[in-house]
C-alpha cells in the first residue's frame, strides 16, 4: 500500500506562484510515472503535468510554460512548480502516482490541495 499526501494548496493573487508537494509512502514500492490532475468546481477532473521515472515531462496545453513537474526519486516526492497563476488555474489539485510492487502496477490517488487565485 502506497499513500500519497500533497501540500502547498494555498490562496494567492493573480500572478502568483505557488509549490505543490506530494510525498508517496509505503513499504515495498517503486514509483514509475507520477502525474498531477486538478479538478475545477463544476468541471471534470483534469491532467495537469506527467513525469516519467526517468524524468521525461508532459504538460497541458494551458499550463505549459508557466508550470514545472519535477520529482526526487530518493525522497519518492513530485513538485507542481507554477507560475504567473491566473484565476482559471483554481482548483483542487491531485497527485498520481504509479507504482509497482512486486512488479505489478497500482494507481494511488492523493486527497487534494485547494488552490485558490483571485483576481
Known amino acids: 500500500q502506497v499513500q500519497l499526501v500533497e501540500s502547498g494548496g494555498d490562496l494567492v493573487q493573480a500572478g502568483g506562484s505557488l509549490r505543490l508537494s506530494c510525498a508517496a509512502s509505503?513499504?515495498?514500492?517503486?514509483?514509475?510515472?507520477m502525474r498531477w490532475y486538478r479538478q475545477a468546481p463544476g468541471k471534470e477532473r483534469e491532467l495537469v503535468a506527467t513525469?516519467?521515472?526517468?524524468?521525461?515531462?508532459n504538460y497541458a496545453g494551458s499550463v505549459t510554460g508557466r508550470f514545472t513537474i519535477s520529482r526526487d526519486n530518493a525522497e519518492n516526492t513530485v513538485y507542481l512548480q507554477m507560475n504567473s497563476l491566473t484565476p482559471e488555474d483554481t482548483a483542487v489539485y491531485y497527485c498520481?502516482?504509479?507504482?509497482?510492487?512486486?512488479?505489478?502496477?497500482?494507481?494511488?490517488w492523493g486527497q487534494g490541495t485547494q488552490v485558490i487565485v483571485s483576481s
Open positions: 509505503g513499504s515495498g514500492f517503486r514509483l514509475n510515472a
Open positions: 513525469i516519467t521515472s526517468g524524468g521525461l515531462t
Open positions: 498520481n502516482a504509479l507504482a509497482l510492487i512486486s512488479s505489478v502496477p497500482f494507481q494511488y
